[in-house]
C-alpha cells in the first residue's frame, strides 16, 4: 500500500527550514528518501531501518517511528539546491518481501 | 553521473506495438530495478531482479516483462502499448540482494502516440 507524504507542496525561503512527512497504513522495516531535481534521475538520501538511529547528512535528518509506522524528513536551513521533489518508499515489515513503495512526492520550491 | 545507463532516452512508438528499454548497472552491483514514473503516481515499482534471477515482483502487467541477462544488464519489454504506457521509466540497480541505497538511471521517456 503506497505510504501517504505530506505535505504535497512546500514553497520556503532560503534559510527557513522545512519538515516532510511520510506515514504507512502497514508496519514498516525500512523507510527510504530519494530527491528527484526536475529532469533528472533521483537520488538516494537516506535508509532508516526498524530498531535503527536517527540518521543524519549536514543539514538534512530524518526520524523513523517504528510505533506510528511515520518518518519525517528534516531540512534545516533551506539552500536552493534543496528544491526538487521528495520521495519516502516503505518496505512492509510484514511481507518483506523487498518491494519498495514510492509515496507521489512532496515538492519543495526554494526561494531566494 | 549514477553510474547506471539506461537507452534510448527517448522513444515514440504508436499504440499496438512493442518496444525494449535496455539497462545497464553500475560495475559491481547485482540488483537490477524497474520503475515507472507518471506524472500522477509517483514512482511505482515494476519488478526486481538479483543475479540473474527475479527478486521481487510489484505491479508490473502482464503485456511487460523484463529480464537480466548473464552480464547483468537487463531489458524490460513493453508490448501491445497503449496510451496510458506513456511515462519515465527508470533502472536503478545495487550491490546486494535487498533494499538499500540505490542508484537511477537517467531515464527512458516512452511516448506512445
Known amino acids: 500500500q503506497q505510504p501517504v507524504q505530506s505535505p504535497q507542496a512546500v514553497i520556503l525561503r532560503e534559510g527557513e527550514d522545512a519538515v516532510i512527512n511520510c506515514s504507512s497504513s502497514?508496519?514498516?522495516?525500512?523507510v527510504h528518501w530519494y530527491r528527484q531535481k526536475h529532469g533528472e534521475a533521483p537520488v538516494f538520501l537516506m535508509i532508516?531501518?526498524?530498531?535503527?538511529e536517527q540518521k543524519g547528512h549536514e543539514k538534512i535528518s530524518a526520524s523513523f517511528n517504528e510505533k506510528k509506522q511515520q518518518s519525517s524528513l528534516y531540512l534545516t536551513a533551506s539552500q536552493l539546491s534543496y528544491s526538487g521533489t521528495y520521495f519516502c518508499g516503505t518496505e512492509s515489515e510484514v511481507n518483506r518481501d523487498d518491494k519498495i513503495i514510492f509515496g507521489k512526492g512532496t515538492r519543495l520550491h526554494i526561494l531566494p | 553521473d549514477s553510474g547506471v545507463t539506461q537507452t534510448p532516452k527517448h522513444l515514440i512508438t504508436a499504440t499496438g506495438q512493442r518496444v525494449t528499454l535496455r539497462c545497464s548497472p553500475r560495475?559491481?552491483?547485482?540488483?537490477v530495478y524497474w520503475y515507472q514514473q507518471s506524472l500522477d503516481q509517483g514512482l511505482q515499482f515494476l519488478i526486481q531482479y538479483y543475479n540473474g534471477e527475479e527478486r521481487a515482483k510489484g505491479n508490473i502487467l502482464e503485456r511487460f516483462s523484463a529480464q537480466q541477462f548473464p552480464d547483468l544488464h537487463s531489458e524490460l519489454n513493453l508490448s501491445s502499448l497503449e496510451l496510458g504506457d506513456s511515462a519515465l521509466y527508470f533502472c536503478?540497480?545495487?550491490?546486494?540482494?535487498?533494499?538499500?541505497?540505490?542508484?537511477f538511471g537517467q531515464g527512458t521517456r516512452l511516448t506512445v502516440v
Open positions: 536503478a540497480s545495487s550491490a546486494g540482494p535487498f533494499n538499500t541505497e540505490a542508484f
Open positions: 532508516l531501518l526498524k530498531g535503527g
Open positions: 560495475s559491481g552491483d547485482l540488483s
Open positions: 502497514k508496519a514498516l522495516y525500512s
